[in-house]
């Protein structure tokens, strides 16, 4: 497990934030909740921005901005949880929702079956720490934004055979300060954006239509990324491309079902991660805590150190330090600095994502980091790090060479639907592209694409894993977790893949069509 060393003290933090009475709210709630029984209090203070754009056929559907500022108090009282909430940021209110904290947990305590014990974690006195990005989307016009979407737009409905296009980009902007008891006291701030442009032709005599999306994945940057201006994600050639490859799919021959070799690419193959070994290895679902949404894991504790989740040259991490990670911070939301571990060491499960309550349960002195409220009025939960699956680290292997070794088979591109069970094990994933390969080569497209394993055999059929220069970070805003429910961003970076012998279905036949 590495920390890192230094945090960024010149962090980007706004005015408006800074402006808020965040130190004498956390001393009063901090001194109530102590004076009422409290042995031990955190505070944490809550503001999040957002705003959304969409457009289709190049006219403006909906722009949608908000804020939902509040503190929340959370305190054990008697190795019991209490948490209470307001939005009002007044002395007076820390005050009484320190208190209201202290008398849910003294409420609680009766039911309580295991005392909470918290993992040790340095107190960190005057911390700050911001996200990496150039450009803070809320300081563009949204005029801009609206004008870029259409250019956008435009670029894609020009081409023949494409009859709708939609735009959209969510932005994001969290600030927090968290402070407790031992003496912690952090502030930070994040921004995200995701970008997403949609291409649909349609065949009004047989009844039916064909989409495509780009492929940029949602990324904790700024609005260069949207803009193309850090160079990150070329948007002149995928909009010129889109076209081109729509109009390929939907003269494509429907796949023959049956096991294929696959070289999968990794727009496609983070979703796979995310599903089959990132939930996997929340500790939580894996000892049964967290059921009642998405279920639980086939990757117990009493299998730690020996299930073999895949083949040796497998070795998937967890991070919450990855530069532009949608579940990068500083410091998590109980005060633990961001973290790097490894979850599957050489193919064999070797850790799990946790957060203060749960690391002494495993037998760790530590949490690495991962407790997160998508909101101040809900209750910090054990939330997903970045998963992501190394490159080769001893050779640069292209994408190019995998399909190389390929004689008859498929590489995957883009991500779609998917469905996996309730411990996470049985699953089906699709794409957006799928291009036959023959003899090492790429062969045109076929539709109607979905493979199918369990998460072990899956990782298991292995072969290869591309190098650096395949490596990839792709994610999501809304993985969801917990009743009520939240909402977290979170990223995985994975190459490309070799996998040989998946069963592929033809989803045109599975439908029964």
């Known amino acids: ?85 307001h939005p009002a940021l007044t ?29 040790d974690e340095p ?3 005057d911390a700050r720490w911001s996200s990496a990005h150039e450009v803070d989307p809320f300081t563009v016009p949204t005029s801009d934004k609206v004008a870029l979407l259409q250019d956008y737009s435009q670029r894609l409905s020009a081409s023949d055979g494409v009859d709708h296009v939609s735009a959209s980009v969510l932005q994001v902007k969290e600030q927090t300060f968290y402070a407790d008891t031992a003496g912690s006291r952090i502030t930070q701030q994040r921004v995200r954006v995701h970008p997403q442009l949609e291409a649909t032709t349609v065949d009004s005599a047989a009844g039916v239509f064909e989409s495509m999306r780009t492929l940029a994945a949602p990324a904790a940057r700024g609005w260069e990324y949207v803009t193309g201006a850090d160079g990150i994600w070329d948007w002149d050639t995928e909009l010129a491309r889109i076209p081109e490859w729509l109009a390929e799919k939907v003269k494509a021959p429907s796949v023959t079902p049956g096991p294929t070799d696959l070289v999968i690419d990794p727009t496609n193959l983070w979703l796979t991660i995310h599903e089959s070994i990132g939930h996997a290895t929340e500790y939580d679902r894996a000892i049964g805590y967290e059921s009642a949404y998405a279920g639980t894991s086939f990757a117990t504790p009493d299998l730690l150190g020996t299930l073999r989740y895949g083949t040796p040259i497998m070795h998937v991490t967890g991070d919450r330090t990855e530069t532009h990670g949608l ?35 495993l037998g760790l002195d530590r949490s690495n980091g991962c407790s ?3 909101s101040p009025h809900h209750v910090p939960i054990q939330r997903m790090a970045n998963v ?28 779609r639907s998917w469905s996996i069970d309730m411990q996470r094990y049985n699953f089906q994933f699709t794409g957006q592209r799928f291009f036959r390969i023959r003899d090492g080569k790429l062969d045109g497209q076929v539709r109607d ?13 292995m072969e290869a894993v591309g190098g650096p220069s395949t490596w990839y970070l792709g994610g999501a805003f809304n993985c969801g977790k917990a009743q009520p429910g939240q909402a977290a961003a979170v990223s995985h970076g994975c190459p490309s893949i070799l996998v040989r012998g998946v069963n592929v279905l033809n989803t045109r036949t599975e439908a029964g069509q």
């Open 327 to 361: 579940a990068t911070i500083g410091y998590d939301d109980e005060g633990v600095a961001g973290q790097r571990w490894d979850l599957v060491r050489e193919g064999t499960l070797v850790g799990y994502q946790l957060d203060r309550v749960f690391a002494p349960r």
């Open 388 to 415: 992501s699956l190394r490159p080769d680290p001893d050779r640069d292997t292209s994408t190019e060479e995998l399909i190389s070794r390929v004689e008859d088979g498929l590489y995957i591109v883009g991500d």
């Open 123 to 125: 107190v960190y006195a």
């Open 449 to 461: 694409v979905a493979y199918q394993a369990t998460t072990t055999d899956f990782w298991g059929a």
């Open 1 to 85: 497990m590495t920390t890192p060393t230094t945090r960024e003290s010149r962090a980007r933090i706004d005015a408006e934030f800074l402006a808020l009475p965040l130190g004498p709210l956390a001393e009063a709630a901090l001194t109530a909740a102590a004076a009422a029984g409290a042995e031990h209090a955190d505070v944490r203070v809550h503001r999040l921005v957002t705003q959304s754009i969409r457009v289709r056929d190049g006219v403006v559907e909906s722009i949608a901005d908000s804020t939902d500022l509040g503190f929340a108090v959370r305190v054990i009282v008697d190795g019991t949880w209490g948490f209470a909430s």
């Open 91 to 119: 002395a007076q209110t820390a005050v009484e929702v320190a208190r209201r904290a202290v008398t849910v947990a003294t409420t609680l305590r009766a039911l309580n079956r295991e005392r909470v014990t918290l993992a």
């Open 372 to 374: 997160y409220a998508d």
